[in-house]
T-cell receptor, first 113, second 113 residues
Framework: AQSVTQLGSHVSVSEGALVLLRCNYS??????LFWYVQYPNQGLQLLLK??????LVKGINGFEAEFKKSETSFHLTKPSAHMSDAAEYFC???????????FGKGTRLSVIA | NAGVTQTPKFQVLKTGQSMTLQCAQD?????MYWYRQDPGMGLRLIYY???????DKGEVPNGYNVSRLNKREFSLRLESAAPSQTSVYFC????????????FGPGTRLTVT
């Protein structure tokens, strides 16, 4: 069975500082990996995804993530935080078929001016 | 192109009342999902429908029923609401040919008193 662990339920960074949100997964098959963002009182929006090919993937709003098979990780980064990045972020995994996503518990990102 | 729509946006029920949450997608996706989101728990799958005419239980199906009315619509029914079902409910849809990510609706905030 697949699972996702997001380290840190709450991360706080200063505006302009590096954002690093951690995600580790377990999967018995090569996974598809996703990061979603949820702004207050809204649905989930896809930030980026890894399916095949290049292991460093770039997403919207300057975010990127790197798939590291040896570490079973898919950490999300952004070089310089902006106030508008304050939101909840979810990492998710699926196997390579038509099966539902398995989500981590989420990390709430706060950005301090 | 509205994507995934959900009605209602907000609902308050008394314990024991019933209601149906509606979800529709206009992207011609085969698969549809119902999740609930609770603080600190991430998104948990209630039921899903891999294709029209099929439904399957997810992680937390107890107390819920679903109907895949047609390819566009997937409804979630609470027969006898309980306070433990107070949550935010999200519907999502998926089609592998469009990239393996799920598309989410805006959510229904349900309170059971």
């Amino acid at each position: 069975a697949q699972s996702v662990t997001q380290l840190g339920s709450h991360v706080s960074v200063s505006e302009g500082a590096l954002v690093l949100l951690r995600c580790n997964y377990s999967s018995s098959v090569p996974p598809y990996l996703f990061w979603y963002v949820q702004y207050p009182n809204q649905g989930l929006q896809l930030l980026l995804k890894y399916t095949t090919g290049a292991t460093l993937v770039k997403g919207i709003n300057g975010f990127e993530a790197e798939f590291k098979k040896s570490e079973t990780s898919f950490h999300l980064t952004k070089p310089s935080a902006h106030m508008s990045d304050a939101a909840e972020y979810f990492c998710a995994v699926s196997d390579r078929g038509n099966t539902p996503l398995v989500f981590g518990k989420g990390t709430r990102l706060s950005v301090i001016a | 192109n509205a994507g995934v729509t959900q009605t209602p946006k907000f609902q308050v029920l008394k314990t024991g009342q019933s209601m149906t949450l509606q979800c529709a997608q206009d992207m011609n996706h085969n698969s549809m999902y119902w999740y609930r989101q609770d603080p600190g728990m991430g998104l948990r799958l209630i039921y899903y429908s891999a294709s029209e005419g099929t439904t399957d239980k997810g992680e937390v199906p107890n107390g819920y029923n679903v109907s895949r009315l047609n390819k566009r619509e997937f409804s979630l029914r609470l027969e006898s609401a309980a306070p433990s079902q107070t949550s935010v409910y999200f519907c999502a849809s998926f089609q592998s040919v469009t990239g393996y990510e799920q598309y989410f609706g805006p959510g229904t905030r349900l309170t059971v008193t």
